[in-house]
């Protein structure tokens, strides 16, 4: 009889099999799509402000892909404390799914690729309510946080 710890790895090799997913196409896509969002006028300046060793930062983002895409359970990680507090609002979830998509497309097999945006567009939406609530606004269905006092710092420089 197979204990837990035989029964995970054997589902994410499976996912591995069904998907085209593993740890070296992980690496491949968080270092591309990180490298975009580091010079990226509107996230790199929030990132770029907080990530102090960025292959830390990489070794933490592929274990909590691996987690989200494999199930492996390599990330213990809390996502939703370091993100709330962030100067951000649905605009730059909006641009992270954005360059996440574009780099997904470009780095993974089609179908890989589609997994990877599911989960993303989950987290967003995930990580954007948390902001709001965090800010005491509670988002409808299909509403978006605006953040007003950003607006200055959002708009296209002349």
Request: glycine share 6%; with cysteine; charged share 30%.
């Amino acid at each position: 009889m197979e204990d837990a710890q035989e029964r995970r790895a054997r589902i994410v090799e499976q996912k591995k099999r069904e998907t085209g997913i593993d740890e070296a196409l992980i690496d491949r896509l968080v270092r591309a799509f990180y490298g975009k969002v580091r010079v990226d006028p509107m996230l790199g300046p929030i990132f770029n402000e907080r990530v102090e060793d960025w292959e830390h930062h990489f070794r933490q983002l592929g274990a909590f892909w691996s987690s989200v895409t494999l199930g492996s359970g390599a990330y213990a990680g809390t996502p939703m404390q370091k993100h709330v507090g962030l100067p951000v609002d649905g605009r730059h979830f909006d641009r992270w799914l954005r360059l996440f998509a574009e780099t997904a497309m470009e780095i993974c097999p089609p179908d890989a690729a589609r997994l990877f945006l599911e989960r993303a567009i989950r987290i967003a939406e995930s990580l954007e309510l948390a902001v709001a609530a965090d800010l005491g606004v509670i988002l409808t269905k299909d509403e978006r946080l605006h953040r007003p006092e950003l607006d200055t710092m959002l708009a296209p420089q002349a």
